[in-house]
């Protein structure tokens, strides 16, 4: 009886997770869609990128190189903030702005821990007090990560479309790495997982409450974060991005959707580096909490696990609606797949993925009772 349930409840969460959880699943939101066909941005339009950065002089020139190079009708300058780097970040950014012939176009401010501050906002604000200190304040502030490769045209893309829309906050989720073995098998399930969590169509209804934003690329109106308070509003937050598309969501539209012409220029060559990638803010999607915790164990048991195992252990009455529950997140897991170009043989592996995901998630929190919670490139960030 517990076990025909248990089938029961799965294929349920499944049909509604296909049909009525704003068809995440599909990938329909992305940034070739974002701007009007043919839109250009004006060519008075001044976009400052703020571009926190500690220890990424692996990295830097050549992300830096593509924000350089963008094919921009506006203005496009750029603020890195060295977070207490101890590889010669900053130098490596001077030397390739030089390199660009663009030395006028790059200001390198020092970064440096805050109280009560998570390391990536401190920097962020730091630039942004920057910003919006100049005698010509920027129309737009472009936070980007460090580590993140742009196509030429899309701040172009980006730019027209916040304008066309309106919007606050335009942000993209970009292409992660999927080269090595663990890339291939994890990477495309934290995409699946973090639209299912924030289905972007409903991200960018205004009537909807669901709020979030990718914090590699983030297209800010200042006045409207201005008007949110700042940056301090949200200082502590270990998952910046999405404590900031809540605080925008507030001001006005805010938009987020895939890119293919963004992507990360860091590997995580092993499965221990992507391991360490999301236990660093996993306990805290769940707030900290134990009970939270559970209840996401006992969900990611019912929705992934359950019904491969019942479908092919269970009894006839138990074993159809399980089996079909399991194809039902089959067929929900390929198109994340093919954006990756992962063969979609693949997705039938998903229950395997999403018990690894479990684990991080436990891990966690295990670190974070130790208090080595929010680890990143050495300082444990988790209150």
Partial sequence: MIVTLLAGAGLLIWLYLLVGHGSF???????????????RASAIIHVVAIVPARDEAEVIADSLRSLLRQRFSGRLDIVLVDDESSDGTAEVARATAEQEGAPDRLAVLQGWPEQGWTGKLAAMNRGFVHVTSLPQRPDYVLFCDADIGFAPD?????AAGAEARGTVLASLMVKLRCESLAERWLVPAFIFFFQKLYPFSRVNDPESRVAAAAGGVMLVRPSALEQA??????RGALIDDCALGKLLK???PIWLGLTDDAWSLRPYASYVDIER????SAYAQLRYSPWRLAGAVAGMGLVYLAPPIIAFSGREAS???ALVAYLL????YMPTLRFYGRSRIGAFALPIVAACYTWFT????WRHGRGRGGAWKGRYQAP
């Fill in 25 to 39: 699943w599909r990938l329909a939101e992305h940034d070739r869609r974002f701007a009007p066909p043919g839109a």
């Fill in 154 to 158: 899309l701040l172009e893309r980006l």
């Fill in 229 to 234: 308070g700042g940056l301090a509003q949200i």
């Fill in 250 to 252: 507030r001001e006005g």
């Fill in 277 to 280: 990638m999301v236990t660093r």
């Fill in 319 to 321: 074993a159809f609606p």
């Fill in 329 to 332: 997140m089959v067929q929900a």
């Fill in 362 to 365: 436990l891990l966690s929190a």
